[in-house]
């Protein structure tokens, strides 16, 4: 059975910082890229992160591009995201999904397998 979990999120203070981590099982980790999504009350749930488990390879949006890193433990199957220097506007429910690579990854949101997310509140 495939899953994805995502945890790890919290309530915080804008300018802090939190790691969510997503722990794969089920499936074959070095075979896909794995990538962060959010969804804000009201608004289209739509990529933040992205990593290639097969080299590595990282790609982020626009918005969170130097405050957002993620990272990959592959012995672990697990996925990190380091949020630092958090806005009110990163709050939302933060999930992990699978795809064949990063760039098909980032362009839909239409997905194999959505697993629970976690959700992460920034107050101002």
């Known amino acids: 059975e495939v899953q994805l979990q995502a945890f790890g999120g919290g309530l915080v203070q804008a300018g802090g910082s939190l790691r969510l981590s997503c722990a794969a099982s089920?499936?074959?980790?070095?075979?896909?890229?794995i990538g962060w999504f959010r969804q804000a009350p009201g608004k289209k749930r739509e990529g933040v992160s992205c990593?290639?488990?097969?080299?590595?390879?990282?790609y982020y949006a626009g918005s969170v591009k130097g405050r957002f890193t993620i990272s990959s433990d592959n012995a672990k199957n697990t996925v990190y995201l380091q949020m630092n220097s958090l806005k009110p506007e990163d709050t939302a429910v933060y999930y992990c999904?699978?795809?064949?690579?990063?760039?098909?990854?980032?362009?839909?949101?239409?997905?194999?397998?959505w697993g629970k997310g976690t959700q992460v509140t920034v107050s101002s």
């Open positions: 999904a699978r795809d064949s690579d990063c760039i098909a990854t980032m362009i839909s949101t239409d997905k194999d397998f």
């Open positions: 089920g499936f074959t980790f070095d075979d896909y890229a």
């Open positions: 990593i290639s488990s097969s080299d590595a390879s990282t």
